[in-house]
């Protein structure tokens, strides 16, 4: 089973903290991938980021980065420097590609991250 | 704009009324994805499309619930005789699977809420 845990519900930090959100999953399949979205405010999610397991490079993206270690099935997220308009619910997801069939891609409950001027 | 569209972005019916959501992907996507999110909890996928075909439907898709995507293009999503339990954010999403491998990110629309009186 496919399974991503975010065990922080809320975090709040005052502007220009860097910031870092946890992801764990689960999956018995070798081929996987990783993603980040962001559900501001609107509702909309917007995707960030995408990672395959076979890629465990970390990746930074202006005030975002990743950090990426199958060795404890972790995909974390900081913002360094953060903004007011950081403030959302941030979701990691999984979609695991076994060898038959097909599975969907499964969230984490998020974690709304909070950012006070 | 050539993101997910959805309509409406707003539902309220009385228990026991059908309704109609709408999803229009963006136009060279050939899967259609349709997820539910309730409050403090991340999307959870219902069905999806590969053109016009309805290849995987989620548990929670109960009997009430259809979905079509009769031209591989815009899809539908009609929940029959409502119940307060079905309101929910409703989300679609699409992405693009080429012969040659897909990237698996999916772009998700506004979201049709639904709210059942």
């Known amino acids: 089973a496919q399974k991503v845990t975010q065990a922080q519900t809320e975090i709040s930090v005052v502007e220009k903290e860097d910031v870092t959100l946890d992801c764990v999953y689960e999956t018995r399949d070798t081929t996987y991938y990783l993603f980040w979205y962001k559900q501001p405010p609107s509702g909309e999610l917007v995707f960030l980021i995408r990672r395959n397991s076979f890629d465990e490079q970390n990746e930074i993206s202006g005030r975002y980065s990743w950090n990426f270690q199958k060795s404890t099935s972790s995909f974390n997220f900081t913002i360094t420097a953060s903004q007011v308009v950081d403030s959302a619910v941030y979701f990691c997801?999984?979609?695991?590609?076994?060898?038959?069939?097909?599975?969907?891609?499964?969230f984490g409950k998020g974690t709304r991250l909070s950012v006070i001027a | 704009d050539t993101g997910v569209s959805q309509d409406p972005r707003h539902k309220i019916t009385k228990r026991g009324q059908n309704v109609t959501f709408r999803c229009d992907p963006i136009s060279e996507h050939n899967r259609l994805y349709w997820y539910r999110q309730t409050l403090g909890q991340g999307p959870e996928f219902l069905t999806y499309?590969?053109?016009?075909?309805?290849?995987?439907k989620s548990r929670l898709l109960s009997d009430r619930f259809s979905a079509e995507r009769p031209k591989g293009s815009f899809s539908t999503l009609e929940i029959q005789r409502t119940e307060q339990g079905d309101s929910a954010m409703y989300l679609c999403?699409?992405?693009?699977?080429?012969?040659?491998?897909?990237?698996?990110?999916?772009?998700f629309g506004p979201g049709t809420r639904l709210t059942v009186t």
């Open positions: 997801a999984l979609k695991s590609i076994p060898a038959l069939g097909n599975t969907p891609l499964v």
């Open positions: 499309f590969q053109n016009e075909a309805q290849l995987e």
């Open positions: 999403a699409s992405s693009l699977a080429r012969a040659s491998g897909s990237s698996h990110e999916q772009y």
